[in-house]
């Protein structure tokens, strides 16, 4: 068991290119970390930095306190799922399942009921002696689980390890991750494209865009105080809505005006900020940042500005709709409920501004 | 298909055929005839009483330069001389190939081009630096010498084989056993090499047919006690006392011939299996 410790990584590979620009992370032990981002923004490399597996360019790796930078995979004591499985093609899932465990010199006894027993967590008993190339693209995915949790490590790292699942096995996989995380505590890093996955999962999340670490923190921090546009829009599902409107003081209290246009009213929505912030901040052209369920058929006293808007489409998914239309001249989505929208073509909606997000439309960073 | 284009086609295979096979046809009649029934008869009939008369001079009493001993301990030199020299050369050509694909390092590119290079040299250009160097290190006139000329010429060829192989199994496959604990050798011993049937097989058809039909390096790089058989092959048929024994030269041929043409059968269907892998799937 141990922490992690990443101070300033960064990484050029030999051809040049400069993939991690300078990564600081910290997790405690028994924490669970998420690496979120792009493709092609550096997840992988640095997973495979802190396995190893990649050389250093620049800064310093610590698990458990001591510096690893030097220090090769098999020493380091962490057990990996790799993106693309990495499966030995000659051996049946077994002897996958059983080689690093026969090259630590695990006794022989206590293999098999390594085996037995990852096989029974991860329902792979029927496909014990199949090679890798008699799998299917899931049934891949959970052997490359079951090598790694075959070992007790002091630190896990998982790659998307369940990006091939099916939508049933995917929730019972992860529900399964997190109970075997509670239940042996083991650190862990765990990169995904999935929101779910992140948001429930993670202790800490980490989001990256281009080598670079946007924000670290809470999954509710990543949610409800995103640190800029990118955080914004990347977590939550549909995104954030950025509304372009300028800050404006009136009476002591602040707003932010937003334009009309042929489909919807000029509207000032009120921003909790201070008398000082409304000084700094007068007749900055802002992007004003609503989740759709901020907007809503759900009026909150006080707090809610009312807005009637054009409906463009409808989504229904089950207990929402989702109303897509514009304010300010972009696109936005509203979650409402579904008998608001049934048959209409304009929707009466109220924007709770108690939770609104306010970010420096030039620079992408929140300011309120 | 029609049936008249399916017949044609078939017409013109079964022709290319005996095209290719008339000549050894021709050499197995007249190996097994008598010297009489080759003046006599035509060269494409079939032998009207067949002797292995020939076969046995040629194996072990023809006259091959001074010494009448046939073609036998030249056929040993032969095998002792190819079958290292293919295993070394296909050994040290399969791990050349795993440390430039899955260990690459700074220049590995670089060496890699520099060792195709080595593909395209003539025999005839290393000679004389070969033979300077059999003598520095004191194998000349020796089957050890001629394993050594044969496993370095050979490995620009059995490198390329295994790199080209090699290079479409992913990193990532390395990268889960060095996490799982094994190092550079259990890697090659238990990932890689359980999966290079095909390139193996391959690589030692080339290299077995290269080396048991070399005959440069091998008059010139062989004493007289370490003369492969295509050489003595040679000898035997240049060496004539009074007639000319037509039947026997065609006799040694085969026998010279033969363990390639049996490495091809026994492995000959993984060659063209393995010619053709591209990825390795799973
Ligand atoms: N061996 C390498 N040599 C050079 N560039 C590389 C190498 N491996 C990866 N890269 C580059 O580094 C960048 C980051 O790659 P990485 O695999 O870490 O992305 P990722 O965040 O895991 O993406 P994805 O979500 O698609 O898996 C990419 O632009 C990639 O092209
Ligand atoms: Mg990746």
């Given amino acids: 068991m141990a922490n992690l410790s990443i101070k300033n990584i960064r990484k050029t590979y030999p051809n040049g290119v400069e993939v991690l620009k300078g990564i600081n992370l910290e997790i405690n032990d028994g924490e669970f970390l998420i690496l979120v981002g792009g493709s092609g923004c550096g997840k992988s490399t ?79 008993e029927a496909l014990l002696d199949r090679r ?53 505590g083991i650190t862990t890093v765990y990169v995904t494209h999935d929101q779910v996955e992140a948001m429930t999962l993670g202790d800490k999340i980490a989001v990256m865009k281009e080598g670079v670490i946007q924000q670290f923190g809470t999954p509710d921090d990543i949610y409800s105080k995103p640190s800029n546009t990118f955080v914004a829009t990347f977590m939550g599902s549909p995104p954030m809505n950025l509304i372009p409107a300028v800050v404006e003081g ?105 939770h609104a997000l306010v970010f420096d439309a030039s620079t992408g960073l929140r300011i309120v | 298909m029609s049936k008249l284009s399916r017949a044609s086609i078939y017409a013109v295979l079964v022709l290319a055929a005996l095209y290719t096979l008339a000549p050894l046809w021709v050499m197995l009649a007249t190996s097994l005839k008598s010297l009489d029934e080759i003046r006599d008869g035509s060269l494409i009939a079939a032998p009207l009483a067949p002797t292995v008369e020939p076969w046995l001079k040629a194996w072990s009493s023809a006259c091959t330069g001074v010494r009448c001993e046939g073609l036998k301990p030249f056929f040993w030199n032969s095998l002792l001389m190819t079958i290292p020299a293919v295993l070394i050369s296909t050994f040290i050509g399969a791990l050349n190939g795993y440390v430039l694909t899955q260990w690459r390092f700074r220049g590995s590119e670089v060496l890699f081009t520099a060792l195709l290079v080595g593909c395209f040299i003539p025999f005839q250009v290393v000679l004389l630096p070969m033979a300077r160097t059999l003598g520095m290190v004191g194998l000349s006139d020796s089957i050890f010498g001629l394993i050594f000329v044969h496993v370095v010429y050979g490995l620009a060829f059995t490198t390329l084989f295994f790199r080209n ?51 440069l390096f091998g008059v010139v790089f062989a004493g007289a006690d370490s003369q492969p058989i295509t050489v003595a092959l040679n000898n035997l048929v240049r060496t004539s006392t009074g007639v000319k024994e037509y039947n026997v030269d065609m006799a040694a041929a085969i026998i010279a011939a033969l363990p390639t043409l049996f490495v091809y059968i026994v492995a000959g269907k993984y060659f063209v299996r393995g010619l053709t892998a591209g990825a390795v799937k799973g």
């Fill in chain 2, 165 to 215: 192989y090699y290079v479409s199994i992913p990193q990532d496959l390395m990268k889960a056993a060095r996490v799982d604990g094994a190092g550079f050798f259990t890697i090659f011993w238990r990932i890689l090499m359980p999966i290079s049937g095909p390139i193996f097989v391959v690589c030692i058809i080339w290299q077995f047919t290269q080396i048991w039909n070399d005959f």
């Fill in chain 1, 132 to 184: 890798p190339a008699q799998l299917s693209g899931g049934q891949r995915q959970r052997v490359a689980m079951g090598r790694a949790l075959a070992r007790e490590p002091q630190l896990f790292l998982f790659d998307e390890p369940l990006s091939n699942l099916d939508a049933k096995l995917r929730v019972e996989m992860r529900a399964e991750i997190k109970r075997l995380h509670k239940r042996l």
């Fill in chain 1, 250 to 354: 009136r009476d002591g209290a602040g707003f932010a005006r937003i334009a009309g246009d042929e489909n919807s009213p000029p509207l000032s929505v009120p921003l909790l900020i201070s008398s000082s912030a409304i000084a700094a901040y007068e007749n900055l052209r802002v992007l004003l940042g609503l989740r759709p369920e901020q907007v809503s058929d759900n009026e909150r006293p006080g707090m809610s500005v009312a807005v009637e808007l054009p409906v463009a489409m409808t989504e229904v998914t089950g207990a929402d709709a989702m109303v897509f239309t514009s304010l300010g001249g972009v696109e936005i989505v509203c979650r409402t409920q579904p008998r608001s929208v049934a048959g209409t073509d304009r929707v009466r909606l109220h924007i709770d501004a108690s």
């Fill in chain 1, 46 to 124: 640095l997973l495979n930095m802190i396995a190893g597996l990649e050389t250093v360019s620049e800064g310093e790796i610590q698990i458990g306190g001591k510096r690893v930078n030097d220090l090769p995979p098999k020493d380091r004591d962490i057990a990996m799922v790799f993106q693309s499985y990495a499966l030995y093609p000659s051996m049946s899932v077994r002897e996958n399942i059983a080689f690093g465990l026969s090259l630590r010199k695990v006794p022989n006894a206590e293999q098999e009921a390594t085996i037995a027993r990852v096989a029974k967590l991860l329902q792979i």
